[in-house]
C-alpha cells in the first residue's frame, strides 16, 4: 500500500510516490524520462523528447482559457543521489525508502529527491486533471539539472512556444525567486605515478567522517565542514611531521554537495605510530573546536590497513597534499546588491581516485561573471603551482532580476488573495535553469516557486506537507489568473 494515499493534495502525493520508485540519478534519466512519456501517451498529450531525453508535454487551455498566453511549467527530473555510510540502496534499481512523521516526508539514509521531484508530481497532478482552469501548458522536465544542467543547456528551444515560465525548483514557501548565481565546474586532475613502497611500513587509513554535508550553494554560508578540505590539512599537518607515502584518496560525491567523508591510504614508519595517534587527537580537537555549532560530530580516524606493494611518487604526493590546502573553499564574498546574499563561493565537491589519474572537481557559484571567472582563474594558477592539469567541466550564466514582468505580478497577486501576504521576492545564492533558458529559448518572462524542502542534496533531505499542499493551491490560482 502506497504511504502517501491520504495526503492533500492527492495525485501530488500519488505521483510522487510513484516517481520516488522509478530510479533517476543524474545522467541516469532514461526510466523516468520512459515514464514521463508513457504518462502523456496515456492522457493523449502531445509529448516531444529530445536526444537528451529532455520531455515537454502539451495541453490546450481549458475553456476560456484557449487564446491566453501559454505557459511554461517547467523542473527537472533528476536527483541528486547521496546516502549515509551505512545504506546498501542500489540507486540505479531500489526506490527511495521515506517515512511520514508528522508533517515532512523523509529519507533517513538518502536523499529524497523532492529537489525536484516534487515539481515533477505537481506539473503531472496539474496535467491529468480536467477541473482545473489554466492557459495552454507546456509542462518542461529537464535532464541532468543537478550534474551540470546539460539538459537546459542542450534543449532545443523551437520545442516551446510559450514566453513565460514558472520554474517549480525553489525550496522556500512564500519566497518567489526572481534571479539566481551562475556557476562554473572546474577540473584539477594527477596522472598517478607510482613508486615501490618502502620495507618496513605500515598502512593506515586516514578518514573523515561525521560531517552534515548540504547543498553548496544555499548552504554555503553556514560553514559546514567540508572533508576534502579537512583531508588536505590533515594529510599537511601529518606530512609535515612525519616522513609518510600516500597510497590513495577520495572524497565527496557530488560537485553540487558539500562534501560529508573523505578517505585517504598512507604508509608510516611504525616507530611514528603513537606520535602520530596524538596528532589525529589534537587534529581532532581543533575540528570539533572550529566547527562544533555546525558540526559537531565530526571525526579524524585513523585506523591500520592491508599492506600495499606501490604508493604514488613523492612529487605527487605533494602536489595533492599542497594543492588541496591552497584551493579556495567556501563563502569568497558577499553580495554588494542585496543584504545578506552570498557573491560568490567555491566548493571542493569532489576527489576521484581511477587507475591512472586522480581528479578533483570544484563548483563555482557567482551573481557576477567576472567573480565566477576570478576563482576559476585562482584554480588555474593553484594547478600550475601544483603541477596539476587544469580544464572546465561545465558552465552556465547567472539568471539576471527583470524590472518588468508580468508573470511576478499575477503571482503576488495570486498570492496576496490567497494568504493575504506579501509574496517575498529574492535572489539566491543557487544555480537555477532559469539562467540558460534565456539563451535556448530566448528573452522569456519567468519565475520560480516551490514548497520547503530541507537538506536537499544530502541524506535526510525532507519535504513539507502541508507547504507542498498550499504552494500547490498558490501554483492553481496563478494558472487561474493567467487568462
Known amino acids: 500500500m502506497n504511504k502517501l494515499t491520504n495526503l492533500e493534495p492527492k495525485r501530488v502525493f500519488y505521483y510522487f510516490e510513484e516517481i520516488t520508485k522509478v530510479p533517476r540519478c543524474s545522467l541516469k534519466e532514461e526510466k523516468i524520462a520512459d515514464y514521463l512519456e508513457n504518462f ?65 516526508i523523509i529519507a533517513r539514509e538518502t536523499t529524497l529527491g523532492a529537489d525536484n521531484g516534487i515539481a515533477v508530481a505537481m506539473a503531472l497532478a496539474i496535467l491529468e486533471s480536467d477541473e482545473i482552469a489554466h492557459p495552454p501548458l507546456e509542462v518542461l522536465i529537464t535532464t541532468n539539472e543537478e550534474n551540470g544542467m546539460t539538459g537546459a543547456h542542450n534543449l532545443d528551444g523551437k520545442m516551446l512556444e510559450g514566453k513565460m515560465l514558472l520554474n517549480l525548483d525553489s525550496e522556500s514557501e512564500g519566497v518567489a525567486c526572481v534571479a539566481c548565481a551562475g ?22 587509513e586516514l578518514t573523515v567522517t561525521g ?35 600516500l597510497v590513495d584518496i577520495s572524497g565527496g560525491a557530488k560537485p553540487n554537495a558539500i ?79 542585496i543584504d545578506g546574499l552570498v557573491g560568490s563561493s567555491v566548493n571542493v565537491g569532489v576527489i576521484e581516485s581511477f587507475e591512472d589519474e586522480i581528479i578533483i572537481t570544484t563548483n563555482i557559484r557567482s551573481a557576477l561573471q567576472s567573480l565566477r571567472d576570478e576563482i576559476s582563474d585562482r584554480h588555474k594558477v593553484c594547478a600550475k603551482v601544483c603541477n596539476a592539469e587544469y580544464s572546465v567541466q561545465s558552465e552556465y550564466p547567472a539568471w539576471e532580476y527583470k524590472d518588468v514582468s508580468h508573470l511576478r505580478d499575477v503571482a503576488a497577486k495570486a498570492y496576496k488573495e490567497i494568504t493575504g501576504e506579501e509574496l517575498k521576492l529574492e535572489a539566491i545564492h543557487a544555480g537555477l535553469e532559469c539562467g540558460l533558458f534565456k539563451e535556448t529559448i530566448g528573452d522569456i518572462d519567468m519565475l520560480s516557486i516551490g514548497p520547503n524542502i530541507h537538506g536537499p542534496h544530502a541524506p535526510g533531505e525532507n519535504l513539507e506537507i502541508e507547504s507542498t499542499n498550499r504552494v500547490y493551491n498558490f501554483v492553481i490560482e496563478i494558472l487561474k489568473n493567467l487568462k
Open 40 to 104: 502523456a501517451k496515456s492522457h493523449n498529450l502531445k509529448c516531444l523528447r529530445d536526444v537528451n531525453n529532455n520531455i515537454v508535454i502539451k495541453k490546450d487551455g481549458s475553456k476560456g482559457y484557449e487564446n491566453a498566453p501559454i505557459l511554461i511549467i517547467q523542473g527537472h527530473m533528476d536527483m541528486v543521489c547521496e546516502k549515509a555510510d551505512n545504506c546498501t540502496i542500489n540507486f540505479d534499481t531500489d526506490p527511495i525508502e521515506f517515512e511520514v512523521e508528522g508533517n515532512i
Open 183 to 204: 556557476g562554473k565546474r572546474d577540473i584539477l586532475s594527477f596522472d598517478k605515478k607510482f613508486e615501490k613502497a618502502r620495507n618496513s611500513r605500515e598502512f593506515y
Open 211 to 245: 560531517l552534515k554535508g548540504g547543498h553548496s550553494g544555499q548552504e554555503i554560508k553556514k560553514g559546514l565542514g567540508n572533508s576534502n578540505k579537512l583531508m588536505g590539512r590533515s594529510l599537511y599537518e601529518i606530512n609535515k611531521e612525519f616522513d609518510i607515502d
Open 259 to 337: 562534501p560529508r567523508l573523505a578517505k585517504s591510504i598512507i604508509s608510516i614508519k611504525p616507530d611514528d605510530k603513537k606520535r602520530i595517534q596524538d596528532l589525529i587527537v589534537k587534529l581532532n580537537r581543533n575540528f570539533v573546536r572550529e566547527l562544533g555549532k555546525v558540526d559537531p560530530d565530526v571525526r579524524l580516524n585513523f585506523e591500520k590497513t592491508s599492506n600495499y606493494e606501490s604508493v604514488l611518487k613523492t612529487e605527487i604526493k605533494e602536489n595533492i597534499i599542497n594543492l588541496l590546502n591552497i584551493l579556495p573553499n567556501g563563502v569568497q564574498s558577499m553580495s554588494q546588491d
